[in-house]
């Protein structure tokens, strides 16, 4: 292979990545456009457990830091491309959760 060649095949690897980065960033702002994707994404975040602590004092603690560090990405990901999306992902989060605690609380 040629060093042309070479270099031609790596600027065509790197267009791609580019592409694929640029899709699922469009991918992850359409799902955040929506209040279902809200949804969805707080339920993986919180089952990811990126709001708790990962400590458990036993080989547990592996499991638990691994899955957090998947939505620690997923965190990370919208808190920096949708921002706005991810304060009102709260807001709804958090008034869901104190409708549930009226019926509960009124049973």
């Known amino acids: 292979m040629t060093s042309a060649t070479n270099e031609k095949t790596q600027a065509s690897h790197r267009d791609a990545e580019r592409l694929e980065e640029g899709q699922k960033l469009d991918d992850l702002k359409w799902l955040m456009s929506h209040e279902a994707g809200r949804r969805i994404m707080i339920d993986l975040l ?62």
Request: glycine share 4%.
């Open 46 to 107: 919180e089952r990811a457990k990126v709001f708790e602590l990962s400590m458990t004092g036993n080989s547990w603690t592996f499991f638990n830091e691994g899955r957090r560090s998947l939505g620690n990405m997923f965190f990370a990901d919208v808190t920096e491309h949708c921002p706005d999306e991810y304060l009102k992902m709260m807001n709804e989060s958090r008034e869901a959760k104190q409708r549930i605690k009226e019926i509960t609380d009124a049973e």
